[in-house]
């Protein structure tokens, strides 16, 4: 096969499908530039760490080069429930893409190539590779395109423009006008990326700094311990910010409408923070290394494509800033996208069988939602080679199931990003869970080792062992268990109870008192919080778990591709045109149809029912 791209999706691909036994071309225009981190350095968040994490547990490689390269490990959210508890690793850059390069190169199986692709080879309807210049060909039985913002990207900052995917780097110019000749709709969208300062320029002292977690944990299985080894600083910009940007509005390519694609809603750039949120004085500034070693502070929340001098004023207003030197201007950069709803949840294209995509040329934002995407269709690009099952993960079992669903099954008009409220079910899909939940799977596809999986299976048993043994252990008030559990537990015991009971009660030290118990004696402290957390989110946890066994039982039910749902007595105009448009594959999915309700899904399950019976 072959893979286009060489980033966070693409690497991902090539690796998933060579350590399956597939010999893979990975193209990209330049080597040096192998899982480059262009924007934030930075892996995981809300939404987007538990992404690593499942990526993790199915064998991936993200969640395990932000253990080598984290320089500052944080858990963002705490203030919630855990299962939206978001890791976040800040990476030193150059090392972080050291170790995904490293790990490329040395792939048996795969073969790094150094060049633009021109166009796409189809044979009797189906992708059979790709040409490169000079009138080369690489011939595959399946093309993987990952081409992130270089497909026709047009870089901005102010009134210039210049050709490029990334700073410093050429765009693919002719591989877009290939997709569209061959049938696929294109959609423009807009990303962008703030100033880089000197940090031998900024007044730290002017700055709060913001330490990691006092215990970081790592990301990956294969990872034993991490550490924080530097700080980020937090400032904020002062009120003159919103006259300097407002006096230059007509300079803001973004407001001027000569930039033409559709940026994230979640990430926006300054100057759109200022016109969108008036009432807002100031807005908040994260001062972050990009290395240990490195002289450059990527400074996020100032993400820009307003002119040099304008952004010279700007971050000279903040305080801490005054005398900061740029090492590089922000700048935007439109790209092409495929638009939504011609790539099946395989992620294979529906109108070119073998050719499949990811990353940002799906419109998602974002390196987590890349190589989770990247890691998909790498996996089932080499399953449909074989003629094998494609791998799809649920959206109530994965959050890499929510991205599938909601990236290739509906209508996205903006770049697509991650947040733990897109999952309907994400009490039961936090973080502590993701081995649980998808490590059996990557160990089926071949991903994960043996002896890992028999490991952690016995990390994840051992929880449940001492969830029984908790719930099982009851306790009768008589004098000396009154005496006893005043003095472990600090309550008065007045009537039968169990020990889960008292764990599950908020006037309890649970984490404190469960490193004392012995029904958890053998548990490290991220599984007693993973036990605490279950106990205490039982029945929240129990009816997700129904709910999540009733779409199981729905997803047996498929809806053929030849179903006319306008011939089904019943349904509303607005469901059968969702219906037309949207293509559920089973009933699970036409549940989230726009306009689907309870009586009009019983209509389409009891035609179903018939069609089966052949009435």
């Known amino acids: 096969m072959v893979v286009v791209g ?50 993790d547990a199915l064998g991936g490689l993200q969640g395990w080069a932000a253990d080598r390269a984290g320089i500052q490990f944080k858990t963002l959210n705490l203030s919630r429930g855990p299962a939206v508890w978001g890791p976040r690793a800040q990476c030193d850059k150059t090392a972080y893409q050291r170790s995904i390069r490293r790990v490329v190169e040395r792939l048996r199986g795969v073969t790094l190539i150094e060049a633009e692709v021109g166009g796409l080879l189809v044979e009797a309807g189906r ?45 693919s110019t002719a591989l877009g006008g290939a997709l569209a000749g061959a049938g696929l709709e294109l959609r423009r969208f807009k990303t962008g990326t703030p100033p880089r300062l000197a940090r031998t320029s900024i007044d730290f002292e002017q700055l709060a700094e913001q330490e990691g977690d006092p215990e970081p944990r790592p990301f990956s299985w294969r990872t034993r311990a991490v550490r924080n080894r530097c700080v980020c600083w937090v400032t904020r910009t002062p009120p003159e910010v919103q006259t300097i940007i407002g006096d230059n509005l007509h300079r803001s390519p973004l407001i001027t409408g000569a930039i033409e694609g559709i940026g994230p809603r979640y990430c926006p750039s300054i100057e759109d923070k200022v016109v969108r949120f008036p009432h807002h004085e100031q807005h908040t500034i994260f001062l972050e290394p990009e290395g240990l070693r ?111 669903d909601d990236v290739c099954g509906r209508d996205h008009r903006e770049p697509y990003r991650m947040f733990t409220s897109r999952a309907e079910h994400r009490l039961l899909l936090g973080v502590d869970t993701a081995r649980e939940r998808m490590m059996e799977h990557g160990h089926r596809l071949g991903l994960v080792r043996e002896t890992a999986f028999h490991v952690e299976q016995a990390r994840w048993s051992g929880r449940h062992r001492a969830v029984a043994a908790l719930e099982g252990t009851r306790l009768t008030p008589t004098a000396a268990t009154r005496g006893a559990v005043l003095e472990k537990f600090g309550i008065d015991l007045s009537a039968p109870t169990t020990l889960a009971t008292i764990l599950r009660r908020q006037d309890v030290d649970a984490e404190t008192v469960a490193a004392t118990l012995d029904e958890l004696a053998g548990l490290d402290a991220e599984d007693r919080r993973s036990v605490i957390g279950h106990l205490r989110y039982h029945g929240y946890l129990a009816r997700q778990q129904r ?17 006319d749902a306008a011939t089904v007595p019943g349904l509303s105009r607005e469901v059968v045109e969702g219906l037309g448009r949207n293509r559920p594959r089973t009933l699970a999915d036409a549940e989230r149809v726009p306009g689907m309700t309870p009586a009009a899904l019983a209509i389409l399950a009891g035609r179903l029912a018939r069609r089966g019976g052949g009435q």
Do not use: W
């Not at 590089?328 to 499949?356: H, M, T």
């Not at 709910?547 to 179903?563: A, G, Q, Y």
């Open 6 to 55: 060489a980033g966070h999706a693409g690497c991902e691909a090539a690796a998933a499908a060579a350590r399956i036994g597939a010999t893979v071309a990975l193209v990209t225009l330049d080597r040096r530039t192998v899982a480059q981190m262009p924007c934030n350095p930075a892996i995981g968040g809300i939404g987007k760490g538990h992404l690593v994490a499942e990526i």
């Open 127 to 171: 992708a059979a590779g790709v040409t490169l210049p000079g009138g080369r060909r690489l011939e595959a039985g399946a093309v993987v395109l990952t081409t992130g913002t270089f497909l026709g990207g047009l870089l901005h900052t102010g009134e210039e423009q210049r050709p490029g995917g990334r700073f410093g780097e050429r765009p």
């Open 294 to 404: 490195s002289n450059s502070i990527y400074v996020n929340g100032l993400s820009t494509s307003l002119p040099a001098d304008v952004q010279e004023a700007v971050v000279h207003s903040v305080p801490g800033l005054e005398r900061a030197e740029f090492l590089r201007y922000g700048y935007a950069v439109e790209y092409d996208v495929v638009a939504p709803l011609q790539v099946g949840a395989n992620l294979e294209c529906s109108s070119i069988p073998g050719l499949f995509l990811a990353g940002q040329l799906l419109g998602t934002s974002g390196y987590e939602e890349a190589a989770g995407l990247g890691l998909l269709a790498g996996i089932n690009a080499v399953r449909a080679l074989r003629d094998e099952s494609p791998f799809i993960p649920a959206r109530e079992d994965a959050y890499l199931g929510v991205l599938v």
């Open 547 to 563: 709910e999540r066994e009733r779409l199981h039982r729905l997803r047996h039910v498929p809806i053929p591709s030849d179903l």
